[in-house]
């Protein structure tokens, strides 16, 4: 099963009739100022770390990560002996994916979005990154696009396999408070979406893999003026 038929499996069998979804993380959670922390109850500001199975899984993993790496190593050494023998027109489309990828973070740091979220604790999106981890310890969401709005769906805990059979709603915000917003407009290849809410606050969230379902469903809408 493809992990895009995975997702729309979870989302039935949690009731959601979902336009697109893609599993998603955050960056690490700024620290508030004392008032605003506490004003929030304290909340839980870090998912939480492996469980003993995700411990044992990484003890029992290190002796081939070893071998994983050397192997990648291997591989990169190969991919660049490939690059400098390669035809011209090879050498120039990768050097100008790389010009796309040197233009693509610059802009989003002069956007300010290479930050978690906009920096207003007391904006909409302050306040969902005070909860992210109340309801769910788990890293990850699944971010749903509906026609309701957004919906986000995670286990209660952090689990190290299966993820998706012990899944939960574990926030909803409507579509008059929040959109999905890809703000780099398709240009380039990107894993960052934005909960871009109301009052003009946001929050960041980084899909598994750049062009994810949530992209595409966001590119395929009509834009403002359109």
Known sequence: MTRRAEQRVTADRLGIRPEAGA??????????PADVLRAAGNPRLRHAGPGPLGVLAMVLAAPFLAVLMLLKLLSEAEEAVKRSLGTKDEKERR??????????????AQRGLDQV??????????????RW????????????????GIVLAAPPRRVTVGREKRMQVVGRIPADEAALVDPLSGE??????LLSFRDGSWLRVDTEEPRSDL???LIRQPRPGN
């Open 117 to 130: 979220f906009d920096g207003d604790w007391q904006g909409d999106a302050g306040q969902l990154l005070l």
């Open 215 to 217: 992209h595409m469903y």
């Open 133 to 148: 981890y109340s309801r769910s310890t788990h890293p990850e969401r699944l971010v749903l696009a509906t026609q309701e």
């Open 95 to 108: 050097r100008a994916e790389q010009e796309d990828e040197r233009r693509r973070d610059a802009l989003l």
């Open 23 to 32: 599993w998603c993380t955050i960056g690490k959670t700024p620290q508030p």
């Open 188 to 193: 380039f290849e990107t894993t960052c979406v």
